[in-house]
């Protein structure tokens, strides 16, 4: 369902879920950008995927590090153009992330995280192999999901943006498990370290998942 985050959850509305985060969830948002940060240097171009309004890439800017933003929502670009202004090495680029225009092997990192891997609804293999098709030799890619230990903080962040007309209302019947279903339609999956790990096999030379801060699941990639 890209059209949710195209339209619905799109640039203002975005914003305010993460301003609305409890406690818990702000510190699982910064535990991934502080891991993303940690796997790069000052020398190196990093792509993210699905930037949104643009708060990953803001945080990576502030490191020195030169990066690229792409998203499918030209709202949350437009709105992403001012929230990154003054940023000198950051860029934008409305850009779908299973159909890149970038040739192959041109940025040292590229992430993907806040579950982005189960947010743009497509097909996740397919979506793991451009991203290290485009990332360099020797180059890292990473991608986030949930934890289970952070279901219940997960939920219940759900239910405030629905509760403040962000997102439908919470299908109680169907949520559950890792996924969160409301009743206007949008969904919301996790990928579990034994997928990650059977989605990146043959990508890369070699792959690691660990959980972060006990909130994130990361893969991490070697080109």
């Not at 996924?179 to 370290?193: C, E, L, N, R, S």
């Amino acid at each position: 369902m890209p059209s949710y985050y195209s339209e619905n959850l799109a640039a203002e509305r975005l914003k305010l879920c993460y301003d609305l985060a409890p406690p818990s969830v702000k510190c699982y948002l910064a535990a991934e950008i502080k891991h993303v940060c940690e796997r790069t240097t000052t020398s190196e171009r990093v792509l993210e995927l699905g930037c949104g309004y643009g708060r990953v890439l803001r945080e990576l800017s502030h490191t020195g590090v030169s990066v690229v933003g792409i998203d499918t929502s030209l709202q949350s670009l437009s709105m992403a153009q001012t929230y990154l202004e003054g940023e000198s090495n950051a860029s934008l680029l409305l850009m779908d992330a299973v159909r890149m225009g970038f040739s192959s092997g041109v940025f040292d990192v590229v992430c993907c995280v806040q579950n982005g891997i189960s947010a743009f609804h497509v097909d996740q293999r397919e979506l793991l192999s451009e991203a290290v098709r485009v990332a360099k030799p020797g180059g890292r890619v990473l991608f986030s999901s949930y934890a289970d230990e952070f279901w219940k903080d997960r939920l219940e962040w759900f239910r405030i943006q629905s509760n403040r007309g962000l997102v439908g209302e919470i299908d109680e019947v169907s949520t559950g498990n890792g996924i969160i279903v409301t009743k206007d339609g949008f969904t919301a999956t996790t990928v579990t370290p034994a997928q990650f790990s059977d989605l990146s096999q043959c990508l890369g030379s070699s792959r690691t998942v660990t959980v972060v801060a006990g909130s994130s699941v990361f893969c991490e990639i070697s080109v």
